[in-house]
């Protein structure tokens, strides 16, 4: 196996994108590289439930930010990341691979790991982004699939 020393996994808080951080955080593990985990949020004009609307007094951004941190290191936590991991946000008016894309330019990591078929929202194609992260990395990139028990 490579030395993978930085790895950076995105999520959008899907199941998928959950089994996606526990398989990073194994690699990490196994490795002893470092693990970014990021969420981007994206931009679309739907409504939005009033549990991610902020209170009047809240900045929205800093409000949306917030809230996906502490579900980064929520996932974190309960995928068992030993040692630090950094917890990336982006935010993006545009589609969610293209602010991965910008993260791994950023970042370089040697790994980058996705989960497949993790939708969420109205307009979110995880298999789009997922494959234009495929062919556009220019590291290894790890999709992880959910067996049968985990579907």
Do not use: W
Not at 10 to 34: C, E, Y
């Amino acid at each position: 196996m490579s030395d993978y020393r930085q790895i950076l996994c995105a999520t959008d808080f899907s199941p998928q994108g959950d089994l996606a951080v526990r398989r990073a955080a194994d690699l990490a593990a196994a490795t002893g590289g470092r693990l970014a985990l990021l969420h981007v949020i994206e931009h679309f004009p739907v409504d939005h439930p009033s549990a991610v609307i902020p209170p009047e007094n809240v900045d929205p951004e800093a409000y949306r930010h917030n809230r996906a941190r502490e579900r980064l290191e929520a996932v974190a936590a309960e995928a068992g990341v030993q040692g630090e991991v950094a917890c990336l946000v982006r935010e993006t008016d545009r589609a969610a691979k293209q602010a991965i894309l910008a993260t791994i330019e950023e970042r370089r990591p040697d790994l980058v790991v996705v989960g497949s078929h993790g939708h969420q929202g109205v307009m979110a194609l995880l298999g789009a982004t997922v494959d234009r992260v495929l062919h556009a990395a220019a590291c290894d990139v790890l999709v992880v699939r959910p067996t049968p028990e985990e579907d």
